[in-house]
């Protein structure tokens, strides 16, 4: 079962500073695996062989490389972050880009 392993909790996650449960490394980067989810849970479980299981055999290939890959650029992560902001609908919650308007 894809979720069986969802309320397993990691002692310390090395992003984002605090504890994280299995379920939100599991789709962490929208809706795909952390890059670091093999290196986190190898020791709590058997998490290379139950991704296999549960993954298309892209998107497993896709995290095994990016476990050895160098980290995103911050700039970059944040400049992207920025962007998507920019064009996200104001009515999901986001900003539509335009400064407030003063009432002088």
């Given amino acids: ?7 397993d909790v990691l002692l310390r996650c ?5 504890e994280a449960a299995f379920g939100y490394c599991r789709q962490e980067s929208g809706g795909k695996p952390c890059r670091l989810i093999l290196d986190c849970w190898w020791e709590r479980f058997d998490v290379r062989t139950f991704l296999r299981a549960h993954l298309p055999e892209d998107l497993m290939a896709a995290v095994e490389r990016s476990g050895t890959a160098p980290p995103p650029s911050k ?7 920025i962007q998507q902001t920019k064009t996200r609908p104001a009515s999901d ?5 335009n400064p407030p308007q003063s009432k002088a």
Avoid: C
């Fill in 1 to 7: 079962m894809l979720t069986e392993h969802d309320q």
């Fill in 14 to 18: 090395r992003r984002l500073g605090h």
């Fill in 75 to 81: 700039l970059l992560s944040l400049l992207d972050l």
């Fill in 93 to 97: 919650g986001g900003v539509s880009g």
